[in-house]
């Protein structure tokens, strides 16, 4: 029997494990940097899937790219050599510099194998503790979930990995105290995205790379969310001069098809060998060919240029709005096109607010607003987004430090 999908509002309730918290609206396309709901409301949307839709909806290169290997093959077995992947896999070690790469579908699926990575470098050199910081966010998975603090994620799926630490961000002292001979790995963020557009120090990284040379551990960058121009760099880590031994990417690099990347240098080129990993699915040819056109959209057609404008353009925009209204919004912070606004108010009723304007971002970290869109994005769509955050403001006058007025219709948030 074909299900009904529109007779009660908890019609996910039945077939669904209920681990999302649906947003109210009812897509049927995209169009740049607009979802367009079944009653044709155009919606302004900045955050693309959670930073993966970096080319907006409906780009015709990477449709034409997709019809065109679906009609040759969907899926081969990795037993066998792929052209899409080929190409992608040359097109993404010739623009990082890097020397090898495996694709996952997905980014804590990256996390995973750089673990695996990692585990098997160490191995054979005596160490074994694996490196993380306060308030990151790697995935899902029970190997992501080791390296992480937030209890959101980790509250009752104890016991985690063995020899795991996460240690405060940005504290240089006690990563002085923390790191040693037995290290093996330090997983970093340079820009936190889960954790509220949070940046490392200069500070921090160049100690980083100071106990790295005096200890011998790997630096692996999570730029799953960083990453892939996002910044106005290809990678966020290239803003600090950094270099690190192993990368992570995903979100956008399949043009919104699962696909992710793990990115290795010449000290960990040799250790996976035939047999020690892989994937079925990882490196899929259709999702690949998209990618090809992500990175030449991102390296040649001015993608990654128009992310470095337009995140100048905003931050500048957002510093005048905070001047305006300092109670409001308490700092505006982030690189390229990966913006948080932090504010004196949890940041969930402002989005809804702004949802109520056609205007859709996501509230992370509590009180923090993320701003991950499109790299399409223009002027008028980000002046389109200032305005509208200036007209919902007034809404939120506060009366007291401690009970700004939350309409009743919007406590009702992503329900």
């Given at each position: 029997?074909?299900?009904?999908?529109?007779?009660?509002?908890?019609?996910?309730?039945?077939?669904?494990?209920?681990?999302?918290?649906?947003?109210?609206?009812?897509?049927?396309?995209g169009?740049?940097?607009?979802?367009?709901?079944k009653?044709?409301?155009?919606?302004?949307?900045?955050?693309?899937?959670?930073?993966?839709?970096?080319?907006?909806?409906?780009?015709?290169?990477?449709?034409?790219?997709?019809?065109?290997?679906?009609?040759?093959?969907?899926?081969?077995?990795?037993?066998?050599?792929?052209?899409?992947?080929?190409?992608?896999?040359?097109?993404l070690?010739?623009?990082?510099?890097?020397?090898?790469?495996?694709?996952?579908?997905?980014?804590?699926?990256?996390?995973?194998?750089?673990?695996?990575?990692?585990r098997?470098w160490?191995?054979?050199?005596?160490?074994?503790?694996?490196?993380?910081?306060?308030?990151?966010?790697?995935?899902?998975?029970m190997?992501?979930?080791s390296?992480?603090?937030?209890?959101?994620?980790?509250?009752?799926?104890?016991?985690?990995?063995?020899?795991?630490?996460?240690l405060?961000?940005?504290?240089?002292?006690?990563?002085?105290?923390?790191?040693?001979?037995?290290?093996?790995?330090?997983?970093?963020?340079?820009?936190?995205?889960?954790?509220?557009?949070?940046?490392?120090?200069?500070?921090?990284?160049?100690?980083?790379?100071?106990?790295?040379?005096?200890?011998?551990?790997?630096?692996?960058?999570?730029?799953?969310?960083?990453?892939?121009?996002?910044?106005?760099?290809?990678?966020?880590?290239?803003?600090?001069?950094?270099?690190?031994?192993?990368?992570?990417?995903?979100?956008?690099?399949?043009?919104?098809l699962?696909?992710?990347?793990?990115?290795?240098?010449?000290?960990?080129?040799?250790?996976?060998?035939?047999?020690?990993?892989?994937?079925?699915?990882?490196?899929?040819?259709?999702?690949?060919?998209?990618?090809?056109?992500?990175?030449?959209?991102?390296?040649?057609?001015?993608?990654?240029?128009?992310?470095?404008?337009?995140?100048?353009?905003?931050?500048?925009?957002?510093?005048?709005?905070?001047?305006?209204?300092?109670?409001?919004?308490?700092?505006?912070?982030?690189?390229?096109?990966?913006?948080?606004?932090?504010?004196?108010?949890?940041?969930e009723?402002?989005?809804?607010?702004?949802?109520?304007?056609?205007?859709?971002?996501?509230?992370?970290?509590?009180?923090?607003?993320?701003?991950?869109?499109?790299?399409?994005?223009?002027?008028?769509?980000?002046?389109?987004?200032?305005?509208?955050?200036?007209?919902v403001?007034?809404?939120?006058?506060?009366?007291?430090?401690?009970?700004?007025?939350?309409?009743?219709?919007?406590?009702?948030?992503?329900?």
């Open positions: 029997m074909k299900p009904n999908l529109t007779d009660t509002p908890d019609r996910e309730s039945n077939p669904f494990f209920h681990t999302y918290k649906r947003l109210p609206l009812d897509i049927d396309r169009e740049g940097a607009y979802l367009i709901t009653d044709g409301t155009r919606y302004l949307d900045l955050f693309a899937g959670i930073a993966v839709n970096a080319l907006g909806y409906g780009h015709s290169r990477v449709l034409n790219a997709i019809h065109d290997q679906a009609s040759k093959y969907i899926h081969l077995s990795n037993y066998f050599l792929q052209e899409p992947q080929l190409r992608l896999a040359h097109a070690l010739k623009h990082s510099g890097y020397q090898k790469v495996f694709f996952t579908n997905s980014g804590t699926e990256a996390t995973e194998g750089a673990i695996k990575i990692a098997k160490g191995a054979s050199r005596g160490k074994n503790e694996i490196v993380a910081f306060s308030n990151g966010f790697h995935g899902r998975t190997g992501a979930l390296i992480i603090d937030r209890p959101k994620y980790r509250d009752g799926y104890e016991p985690f990995l063995e020899h795991c630490r996460v405060p961000f940005n504290d240089c002292e006690e990563l002085r105290r923390a790191l040693g001979p037995q290290n093996l790995a330090v997983v970093l963020e340079f820009i936190q995205g889960e954790g509220g557009i949070r940046s490392a120090t200069v500070e921090f990284v160049r100690t980083i790379e100071a106990l790295q040379q005096e200890h011998g551990f790997l630096l692996v960058a999570d730029e799953i969310q960083s990453g892939l121009g996002r910044t106005g760099k290809l990678f966020s880590f290239q803003h600090f001069g950094a270099m690190p031994d192993i990368v992570l990417a995903a979100k956008p690099l399949g043009g919104g699962p696909l992710g990347a793990i990115l290795g240098n010449s000290v960990v080129a040799d250790v996976l060998q035939t047999g020690t990993h892989g994937s079925t699915f990882g490196g899929n040819p259709v999702a690949c060919a998209a990618g090809i056109v992500v990175l030449e959209e991102l390296m040649e057609r001015g993608v990654m240029e128009n992310a470095e404008a337009m995140g100048d353009l905003f931050l500048a925009k957002l510093a005048s709005l905070k001047a305006e209204h300092p109670w409001f919004i308490r700092d505006v912070r982030g690189i390229g096109l990966m913006i948080g606004i932090e504010l004196s108010i949890e940041s009723a402002v989005a809804v607010a702004l949802r109520e304007k056609k205007v859709l971002v996501n509230a992370t970290d509590k009180t923090v607003l993320r701003i991950v869109p499109p790299l399409i994005i223009t002027s008028g769509h980000v002046e389109e987004f200032v305005q509208t955050l200036r007209q403001i007034p809404l939120f006058e506060k009366r007291n430090a401690n009970s700004p007025p939350v309409p009743l219709s919007w406590q009702r948030g992503g329900e």
